[in-house]
């Protein structure tokens, strides 16, 4: 997939968005997954690891995309999007790589994703209360008579 940095300032057009995705494209933080004709799948490391596709709108023509993050939920095109453009220009322009920090998350991430698949439902239970009993939000954000869900 071919993009230039002017389609993704169209996509991205919140300054502030932008350059925190220049921060984490320079920081190394984005792996891009896949690259195909007219997508892009990436993942970019935040406060967790998030999932990124780019691509061009079929209709419009026009670049497009999403992001498992929260910003991307409430106001749009994020700075994970950002840095994901900016990696695939730079690999289109020669090449890109993740540093090694984001590469040992993402691992440890993995990880931590395969152990939790194997527990059992009242394992898993058991942890969130544990958790649960050192923070009153969480209590308060599982506890449905509370009527947070």
Avoid: W
Wanted: aromatic share 10%; net charge negative.
């Amino acid at each position: 997939m071919k993009i230039t940095r002017t389609k993704l300032e169209e996509l991205i057009d919140d300054d502030t968005y932008f350059s925190r995705g220049q921060s984490y494209f320079e920081d190394g933080a984005v792996s891009l997954i896949s690259i195909e004709n007219d997508k892009v799948k990436a993942e970019s490391l935040g406060s967790r690891l998030y999932e990124i596709n780019l691509y061009f709108d079929k209709k419009s023509g026009l670049l497009d995309g999403n992001c498992t993050c929260p910003a991307f939920e409430d106001y749009g095109p994020c700075k994970h999007m950002a840095a994901t453009g900016l990696a695939l220009i730079a690999n289109n322009n020669g090449g890109y790589n993740p540093n090694e920090e984001f590469e040992d998350r993402r691992n440890e991430l993995t990880r931590l994703r395969n152990s939790l698949m194997k527990k059992s439902r009242k394992e898993l239970v058991d942890i969130i209360l544990k958790i649960a009993d050192d923070d009153p939000e969480i209590y308060y954000m599982l506890d449905e008579e509370e009527g947070y869900y």
